[in-house]
């Protein structure tokens, strides 16, 4: 069972940046598809960034250009770097873990393990 804990997120304003990392547990983390999803009241659960294993990443198209996702490999760590954040980013963003990414954002029932979820508040 992998375990997987997040930290950052936070509140901020329209245009301000935030981070959110997620440590996992498994020492086979470097063999995974990481990134996050979010979900905000009333809308389905959505990919936003996943990076493969050797670092290539994938962005839903609205989050293009201002976030960035990157992996550590040797630490178990991958990060989420969100800037020119706007209110429509509000969620609840959950780290995951899929098997495999297969070219683009996995889809949610390809998802193997969860973290807790970290609230990002942007306010206008």
């Known amino acids: 069972q992998m375990e997987l804990v997040e930290s950052g997120g936070g509140s901020v304003q329209s245009g301000g940046s935030l981070r959110l990392s997620c440590a996992a547990s498994?020492?086979?983390?470097?063999?995974?598809?990481m990134g996050w999803f979010r979900q905000s009241p009333g809308k389905e659960r959505e990919g936003v960034a996943f990076?493969?294993?050797?670092?290539?990443?994938y962005y839903e198209a609205s989050v293009k250009g201002r976030f960035t996702i990157s992996r550590d490999n040797a630490k178990n760590t991958v990060t989420l770097q969100m800037n020119n954040l706007s209110p429509e980013d509000t969620a609840m963003y959950y780290c995951?873990?899929?098997?495999?990414?297969?070219?683009?954002?996995?889809?949610?029932?390809?998802?193997?393990?969860w973290g807790q979820g970290s609230q990002v508040t942007v306010s206008s």
């Open positions: 990076s493969e294993t050797d670092g290539r990443a």
């Open positions: 498994e020492y086979v983390f470097s063999a995974y598809c």
């Open positions: 995951a873990v899929a098997p495999v990414c297969g070219g683009d954002l996995p889809p949610l029932i390809a998802v193997a393990f």
